[in-house]
């Protein structure tokens, strides 16, 4: 296959993947052979390729902001609203990685030595959800933004039950400074979220390692 060919089935065939896991690569391209399907494009895109798909992303989350969202009841507790919310929401911002610190925060040592071995950020398939403030009013709701999805950083100045996560286990990364980002800022600016946009399975490779929760006694 010729390059050039093979470069531009790889962007295709990570466009099917989002869109259908299922899908060919004959079915948006016959010039790209039957034998290739969307996972194998993944493998093939390069860090520049990946890098223009989040800032791509991004672009088309920025597009589409609103205030307007689509909002339905998940299960009601006594004392909180669970929501679940269509749409992206106005509160996001872009975001620029260059030079920054942030923290990836894991569920036990086992999986941090694991990403310690080789380094990269690997999307989920949990969307955003803006945690509830945790102060002393009768009712406060949980929303989560399911059209949200992507690879979830912080920085060092957060602690791990402020994004979420149990224990103390981390890492501390710096992105390639080109990187699509989103910021999503808390209500009370006591935590703040950065998220890569992408799909569950994309891989993004990590610039450097700067330290761990396992370099410490």
Wanted: charged fraction near 25%; aromatic fraction near 10%.
């Amino acid at each position: 296959m010729p390059k050039r060919t093979s470069y531009r089935c790889g962007l295709l065939l990570l466009g099917a993947f989002y869109l259908n896991p299922t899908l060919g690569a004959t079915e948006l391209n016959p010039n790209c052979g039957a034998a290739i399907r969307a996972d194998e494009g993944l493998a093939a895109l390069t860090l520049h390729d990946k890098i223009a798909l989040t800032q791509s992303k991004l672009a088309d989350w920025l597009s589409r902001r609103s205030n307007g969202l689509v909002s339905r009841k998940e299960r009601e507790k006594p004392d909180t609203l669970f929501m679940i919310h269509s749409g992206i929401p106005s509160f996001l911002r872009s975001y620029s990685p260059k030079g920054v610190v942030f923290r990836r925060y894991f569920s036990s040592k086992e999986t941090l030595s694991a990403f310690l071995k080789d380094p990269k950020l690997i999307a989920g398939g949990t969307p955003y959800k803006k945690r509830p403030l945790d102060n002393r009013a009768k009712q406060f709701e949980s929303d989560t933004y399911e059209d949200l999805n992507g690879i979830f950083l912080t920085t060092p100045t957060q602690k791990p039950k402020a994004v979420g996560m149990l224990y103390d286990v981390w890492v501390d990364i710096r992105v390639d400074e080109s990187v699509g980002m989103a910021v999503l800022p808390s209500d009370d600016n006591q935590y703040t979220t950065f998220l890569i946009p992408a799909d569950r399975g994309f891989e993004l490779p990590v610039t450097e390692v700067l330290g761990s929760s396992l370099d410490t006694p």
